[in-house]
């Protein structure tokens, strides 16, 4: 089989042939094309959609839906199966695959594919089985058509995906999801315009591109190819180290050999969960199904007992007002003298008994039809509620299982791994199903504040504080940041000081509070904070990192520290294996502060090669400038800031005191911390370093103290 492998010809005169609908409402495109779509069961966990293109159960969908599998199913709108009996053509890299279906006595109803390309702002339908929902309709326009040399351009990860420039894309803002991979995307006249593909999401917005009906059009000239069996398919393309594959710091280093069978552990455990997900979705369908048909039965049943039980009552009704009649004509008959008239008054006497007993039994036969009914409607009652019953089941189990698989998914792992948009999907999703999850709120605040949305952030943040009755620090902390970034210096650190007050040994609300006193100029303040982390958490990477960046950017020179700098920064990359961008470019600016500036200049370009895009412009814009020996100094961010700004130490002499007061302060936060061993150490060294000072004596009074307790 070619790489680029050809369509049947025969299909030429179908895909040219006139539109199916012209001009017609959604409801009335949804409702002729549903018939022709269809959901693909691909064995081994995936999921996706197709559309058939002929009478004879031609499919197209999507390459990625079915690379590598070797059995499918088809599922039609109206829950008929049908397997595929193999492949006719496919491209990977235009991501189509056209598939025949085996044979079935089942009539195939095909679209037709449009005779040109859409315009821009044309309005567009995508069909599909989103995330296992079959029959999803999404509505949109076309945003644009794009060949992939442009997409390339501009989004960076198209080179991973595998296409090629000359695809022809339609990007439209009709939502594509997993699950209608595959399908069709219409126009208003319910033509095929494209095959929905894949989707960027970015801040919550998506751009959703369909690999455009040109290519379908190109295939429907060539040669008729026999069905090839399913087993001929390419075996699956090697995996790139994509999200997927990122270990829980997030760097992109490849993974060592027991990462990847914990990953394929949790790989297998996401499909099997999937499935599992799929079959429940069935179940509700079924007994959804089965509610509706109880609930007409006993809206039925309920209607036709109330006719009975009313007929009876209009029986009795009759039959008493003929005991009236009767009662009335025995009373005559006792003083009427004319033989003639008693004869005749006996005659209705007689047939009003006829009819009294006819309507006796005719009474009893509805009223025993009445008590069958009732009996009727009493076990539908019992079987409605059975089904209610199980249809809760169901949900709460899906709810179960979707938590499960949302775990799974690891979004904090994501978020630690600088994936913030997928985490933030994520977590979105948990807070649906459990609104009541602080902990969903706070990491999907970190997100946003990642993301520079510090209002959403904000608002996260305090929903956290509101779920989490002991109102930790850690709300505190990250409530503290978030006003820090808009500007709000004073609450903010209102906010940190209360949370360090809660927990005095909480590493974060110093590193947040240094992170924000960075941002508002107090350089000396701030790297006291990131000082403390290091007492309380010494391979900190985000203090290691902030301090170095600190000690080498910040434009006091009476701050700047390049000697110091490079070891916080070696330390920081160490720990993260150099995959850190932001911790390679913290190391580069120390050296370059150091004055090492062909090293500041390699190690930039290195941090440049594993950033982002927009971050990897700045950092090869550093490395320029260390090129050019010019060192980094970062100005404060907010340059009204109603903070103090720090002021340069009066003289060397008093560099020492504020140096052993300050080492001081940090020992005694560790002992009030319950870091006794720590603490006791760092009391030597400032008895070691600075003899004789007034600090040096306060230290072997609190030595002394501490090996009392301990005696």
């Not at 006139?18 to 064995?43: H, M, N, Q, W, Y």
């Not at 004879?56 to 709108?77: D, W």
């Not at 989707?199 to 190819?225: P, Q």
């Amino acid at each position: 089989m070619n790489a680029r492998p050809l369509l049947v010809s025969v299909l030429a005169s179908f895909l040219f042939s006139p539109a199916l609908f012209g001009g017609d409402s959604l409801r009335e495109i949804v409702a002729k094309v549903e018939p022709s779509v269809v959901t693909l069961e691909v064995f081994g966990g995936k999921l996706g959609s197709g559309f058939l293109i002929d009478e004879k159960g031609t499919l197209v969908t999507n390459y990625h839906v079915i690379e590598g599998a070797e059995k499918i199913v088809a599922i039609f709108a109206d829950k008929r199966k049908v397997h595929v009996a193999g492949f006719i053509a496919y491209s990977q890299e235009k991501d189509l695959a056209i598939l025949r279906l085996a044979e079935s006595e089942f009539e195939f109803k095909p679209l037709s594919v449009a005779k040109s390309d859409p315009a821009k702002g044309e309005r567009t339908i995508a069909i599909g089985a989103t995330h296992g929902f079959s029959g999803t309709i999404t509505e949109g326009i076309v945003s644009s058509v794009r060949l992939g040399s442009e997409v390339r351009t501009i989004y960076r990860g198209y080179a991973e995906l595998g296409y090629s420039d000359d695809a022809q894309w339609i990007q439209t803002s009709a939502k594509i999801s997993h699950g209608n991979s595959g399908g069709p995307l219409l126009n208003e006249r319910g033509e095929v315009i494209g095959v929905n593909t894949w989707a960027i999401v970015h801040s919550g917005e998506a751009l959703n591109f369909a690999i455009s009906a040109h290519h379908l059009r190109k295939f429907a000239a060539t040669e008729l190819e026999k069905v090839a069996p399913l087993d001929r398919l390419p075996p699956p393309r090697p995996e790139k180290p994509v999200a997927a594959e990122r270990v829980p710091d997030g760097k992109g280093r490849p993974l060592t050999p027991a990462e990847r069978e914990r990953l394929a552990i949790r790989l297998d455990t996401l499909k099997r969960l999937y499935q599992q997900r799929i079959v429940l979705f069935r179940q509700r369908e079924i007994v959804q199904t089965e509610i509706i048909g109880l609930k007409r039965d006993f809206t039925r049943a309920s209607t036709e007992k109330n006719q009975l039980l009313a007929a009876v009552q209009s029986m009795a009704q009759a039959s008493g007002s003929l005991q009236g009649q009767a009662t009335a004509i025995q009373q005559r008959l006792l003083v009427e003298p004319d033989l003639a008239t008693r004869n005749r008054l006996q005659e209705q006497l007689n047939s009003i008994a006829v009819q009294v007993q006819a309507n006796g039994q005719q009474a009893q036969a509805l009223a025993a039809q009445a008590a069958q009914v009732n009996a009727e409607c009493t076990s539908l009652g019992s079987q409605l509620q059975a089904a209610d019953e199980k249809f809760r089941r169901l949900y709460v189990e899906a709810d179960s299982l979707r938590k499960e698989w949302l775990g799974l998914m690891d979004p904090f792992g994501r978020l630690a791994a600088g994936e913030h948009e997928t985490a933030i999907a994520i977590l979105t999703e948990w807070i649906v199903l459990d609104t009541g999850f602080w902990l969903a709120y706070l990491a999907r605040g970190y997100a946003y504040l990642t993301l520079g949305e510090p209002e959403k952030a904000l608002s996260d943040f305090e929903t956290a504080s509101r779920l989490d009755s002991s109102v930790s620090p850690v709300t505190l902390a990250a409530s503290g940041k978030a006003v820090g970034v808009m500007g709000k210096y004073r609450s903010s650190l209102a906010k940190f000081g209360e949370a360090i007050k809660r927990d005095k040994s909480y590493a974060l609300a110093y590193l947040h509070r240094g992170e924000v006193l960075a941002m508002y100029g107090e350089d000396r303040r701030a790297i006291e904070d990131f000082q403390v982390v290091l007492q309380l958490e010494p391979q900190n990477v985000e203090a290691l990192r902030s301090l170095a960046w600190l000690l080498a950017t910040c434009p006091k020179s009476s701050y700047r520290n390049g000697a110091k700098a490079v070891d916080f920064a070696t330390k920081a990359s160490e720990l993260t294996r150099g995959g850190d961008w932001w911790c390679e470019l913290a190391l580069a600016a120390a050296h370059a502060e150091n004055g090492s500036f062909v090293e500041a200049e390699r190690i930039a370009r290195r941090a440049a090669s594993i950033a982002p895009a927009e971050q990897a412009e700045l950092c090869l814009g550093v490395a320029k400038a260390f090129a050019a020996e010019t060192p980094l100094r970062v100005e404060t961010r907010f340059a009204d800031s109603p903070a103090p700004r720090d002021v340069e130490p009066a003289a060397p002499a008093a560099s020492a005191a504020g140096e052993a007061k300050k080492r001081l302060h940090l020992a005694r936060l560790l002992l009030n911390a319950g870091k006794t061993g720590i603490a006791a150490e760092r009391f030597r060294e400032i008895v070691k370093e600075f003899p004789g000072s007034a600090e040096a004596s306060e230290c072997e009074k609190l030595l002394a103290e501490i090996e009392a307790e301990t005696e």
